[in-house]
């Protein structure tokens, strides 16, 4: 295994529902002393053999860990735990190497005792700091990264939060500020607009946005196209990211996505 991943193992000290469709798993051990105080927003990455197992002894003398990113959604370094949440997939209980799903699978089943080692944390970038108004899309994969942003707003703040969520239960508790409103994207999303759409509905404010996007690949580029041709959309002053795509797993997604970002021009 590669030295620079200096991977931590932790345990499972809980696992529950915190909405119909996202699954949380309480992790603890000693190695949270290794952890930075300021975790909670940060990603990971949680570390499965080729095939699919958590147990790392039986990689072979350089073999890579199988990763896959997922967000630290609460991190509390006097009772020595952190929170990880889960999007549920959908794809039933099986998971094969084909079809991936090891970490859904995995946290899933998990139970308290299991262990798993990870790699990180390291930062997500945050909103730009100097901004008329803010502008925050993204799906579940999103929602731990966006409750923590969407806290430090401050009370003068303006614009929206537009969110992909699997039904009207998943709606996370947000104490947005008077001026920012939520827009919901649930119910059949076979016929709702999809969430570029809703985006694009949107009445463009003036002045300077601060745009924070993350969603899966094909939904995260039709954002960007609208983006880039509204006024003082500035590229660089953004974070939007594709966190995962569909019918591929994050392997062949990661590849996609440097290809992506190496031919976008916007
Ligand atoms: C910076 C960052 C932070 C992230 N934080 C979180 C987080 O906190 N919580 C979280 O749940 N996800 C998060 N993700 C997304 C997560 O990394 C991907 O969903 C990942 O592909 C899941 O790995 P897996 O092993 O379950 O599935 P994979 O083996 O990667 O994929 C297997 C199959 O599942 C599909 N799939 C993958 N993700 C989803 C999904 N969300 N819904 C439906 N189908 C899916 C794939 O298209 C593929 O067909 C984050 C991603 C990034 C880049």
Redesign the pocket.
């Known amino acids: 295994m590669q030295k620079r991943l200096q991977p931590k193992t932790f345990t499972v000290s809980e696992t529950f529902d915190i909405s119909p469709n996202m699954r949380r798993i309480v992790l603890t051990g000693e190695d949270i002393r290794q952890l930075p105080a300021d975790s909670a927003g940060q990603?990971v990455k949680l570390l499965f053999t080729p095939e699919g197992s958590t147990d790392l002894s039986t990689l072979t003398e350089g073999q890579r860990p199988v990763m896959?990113?997922?967000?630290i959604?609460e991190f509390d370094a006097v009772q020595g735990r952190f929170s990880?949440?889960?999007?549920k997939?959908?794809?039933g209980d099986t998971v094969d190497q084909m079809?991936?799903?090891?970490?859904?699978?995995w946290a899933m089943q998990t139970q308290a005792g299991d262990q798993i080692s990870i790699g990180g944390p390291n930062t997500?970038q945050g909103l730009a700091e100097d901004y008329d108004w803010v502008l925050i899309i993204g799906?579940?994969?999103?929602?731990?990264?966006i409750q923590l942003k969407t806290a430090s707003l401050p009370a003068e703040a303006r614009g929206y939060v537009v969110l992909d969520l699997h039904s009207d239960a998943d709606r996370p508790a947000l104490n947005l500020p008077a001026g920012v409103e939520l827009i919901l994207r649930t119910g059949d999303l076979q016929t709702a607009p999809s969430l570029a759409e809703r985006v694009a509905s949107l009445p463009w404010l003036t002045g300077k946005p601060a745009i924070w996007c993350?969603c899966?690949f094909s939904n995260m580029r039709a954002i960007r196209q609208h983006l880039s041709q509204q006024p003082e959309f500035d590229r660089k002053a953004c974070y939007i990211?594709s966190?995962?795509?569909?019918?591929?797993?994050?392997?062949g997604?990661k590849v996609i996505k440097r290809d992506d970002q190496e031919n976008y021009s916007g």
Not at 84 to 87: A, K, L, N, Q, R
Not at 243 to 251: H, P, R
């Open positions: 990603y896959r990113t997922f967000t959604s990880i949440d889960f999007v997939h959908h794809h079809q991936g799903g090891y970490a859904s699978h997500i799906d579940m994969t999103a929602l731990p990264s993350a899966e990211s966190y995962w795509k569909a019918g591929v797993t994050e392997d997604h």
